[in-house]
């Protein structure tokens, strides 16, 4: 009787030692590179969704002068414009922050800009950078413009709370992996995947329960081992 119990008792799954091992799993926090073109439509997604809205837009094509402007957008409160600049670098520099301000103090756009918003896809938290932005900043703010500076840590904190956003341009598996909550459509599709799922597991096993009863037609009932 012994041995017949220890037998059956090793037929018993137990899941591995590392599968109670609970602790922090944290999201992910900077999103990858993307193509310089793609870069610039996120931002431009990104400025339609920021609030006092009235109209926004890519600015400029390929090739033509742009005045320092990738994108602009007229704020409904006051009609001024904030505009932004969308620079795709793997590493940023002070030398990149001063020119992106001179190309755009040169241009035709200031007297009726209130914010200047400089996007880079690299961090700009190293302190030479950090030294440059608030040199930068004195400088628009005697002109009564707020500089904004977006590095990929500051652009990434935004996009945590814009899942729509993550999915267009990165896919399902950046969401899951990166954004604090997926968005309602792709939340539905996983709760629907997951509860068939559930469901095939449940009728496997009310199928083979039922075929092993000894009420169970022969049609149904499991061959004898």
């Given at each position: 009787?012994?041995?017949?119990?220890?037998k059956?008792?090793?037929k018993?799954?137990?899941?591995?030692?590392?599968?109670?091992?609970?602790?922090?799993?944290?999201?992910?926090?900077?999103?990858?590179?993307?193509?310089?073109?793609?870069?610039?439509?996120?931002?431009?997604?990104?400025?339609?969704?920021?609030?006092?809205?009235?109209?926004?837009?890519?600015?400029?094509?390929?090739?033509?002068?742009?005045?320092?402007?990738?994108?602009?957008?007229?704020?409904?409160?006051?009609?001024?414009?904030?505009?932004?600049?969308?620079?795709?670098?793997?590493?940023?520099?002070?030398?990149?922050?001063?020119?992106?301000?001179d190309e755009?103090?040169?241009?035709?756009?200031?007297?009726?800009?209130?914010?200047?918003?400089l996007?880079?896809?690299?961090?700009?938290?190293?302190?030479?950078?950090?030294?440059?932005?608030?040199?930068?900043?004195e400088?628009?703010n005697?002109?009564?413009?707020?500089?904004?500076?977006?590095?990929?840590?500051?652009?990434?904190?935004?996009?945590?709370?814009?899942?729509?956003?993550?999915?267009?341009?990165?896919?399902?598996?950046a969401?899951?992996?990166?954004a604090?909550?997926?968005?309602?459509?792709?939340?539905?599709?996983?709760?629907?995947?997951?509860?068939?799922?559930?469901?095939?597991a449940?009728?496997?096993?009310?199928?083979?329960?039922?075929?092993?009863?000894?009420?169970?037609?022969?049609?149904?009932?499991?061959?004898?081992r």
């Amino acid at each position: 009787m012994g041995k017949k119990r220890q037998k059956s008792a090793s037929k018993v799954w137990v899941p591995p030692e590392s599968a109670y091992q609970l602790g922090p799993r944290p999201h992910l926090q900077i999103l990858p590179l993307l193509p310089w073109e793609y870069f610039q439509r996120l931002c431009a997604r990104l400025a339609q969704r920021g609030g006092d809205v009235e109209f926004s837009q890519e600015y400029g094509l390929p090739g033509q002068a742009q005045e320092g402007i990738d994108i602009f957008v007229r704020r409904r409160s006051s009609g001024r414009y904030a505009v932004w600049q969308c620079k795709r670098y793997q590493e940023a520099s002070a030398s990149l922050i001063e020119e992106a301000v001179d190309e755009f103090l040169a241009g035709e756009w200031v007297a009726e800009t209130e914010e200047f918003v400089l996007c880079i896809s690299a961090p700009i938290e190293e302190r030479s950078l950090a030294d440059e932005i608030k040199r930068q900043h004195e400088r628009l703010n005697a002109k009564s413009i707020t500089l904004t500076p977006l590095g990929i840590v500051q652009l990434s904190e935004r996009l945590k709370d814009q899942p729509e956003l993550v999915h267009d341009f990165f896919g399902l598996q950046a969401v899951k992996d990166f954004a604090a909550k997926p968005p309602p459509r792709i939340s539905l599709a996983v709760n629907l995947v997951r509860t068939k799922c559930a469901i095939s597991a449940f009728c496997c096993v009310a199928v083979i329960r039922i075929t092993s009863r000894a009420w169970t037609p022969d049609c149904l009932r499991l061959p004898a081992r």
